[in-house]
Nanobody, 126 residues
Framework: QVQLVESGGGLVQAGGSLRLSCAAS????????TGWFRQAPGKEREFVAA????????YYADSVKGRFTISRDNAKNTVYLRMNSLKPEDTAVYYC???????????????????WGQGTQVTVSS
């Protein structure tokens, strides 16, 4: 069993930066791909970024490509999402999720993931 806890959200002005962290319990986490999703009020939860267990491959939604960077430190059981050049449309609750299926090619699909955190609010003011 893996438990995920997000942190690092907050209120920031447009153009600013934040770094989200996803801390995991359980030794197996280092072998799981991990993704970040977000959900704005009245909208579906959408894919933001994902990283494979080794950190060797990363994937991004077009809307965040070039502004967000996902990374991981398996020694600390933590995955990060660095968000630069934030826009008001980035405002949402951000969730991290872990996929225990090795070699998944569907990391942009929320149904692929087995474990979810409780989310952290990111608000970008204009």
């Amino acid at each position: 069993q893996v438990q995920l806890v997000e942190s690092g959200g907050g209120l920031v002005q447009a153009g600013g930066s934040l770094r989200l962290s996803c801390a995991a319990s359980g030794r197996a986490f280092s072998g799981y791909a991990t993704g970040w999703f977000r959900q704005a009020p009245g909208k579906e939860r959408e894919f933001v970024a994902a990283i494979v267990w080794s950190g060797g491959s990363t994937y991004y939604a077009d809307s965040v490509k070039g502004r967000f960077t996902i990374s991981r430190d398996n020694a600390k059981n933590t995955v990060y999402l660095r968000m630069n050049s934030l826009k008001p449309e980035d405002t949402a609750v951000y969730y991290c999720a872990a996929d225990r299926t090795f070699g998944s090619l569907s990391l942009n699909y929320r149904d692929e993931y087995d474990y979810w955190g409780q989310g952290t609010q990111v608000t970008v003011s204009s």
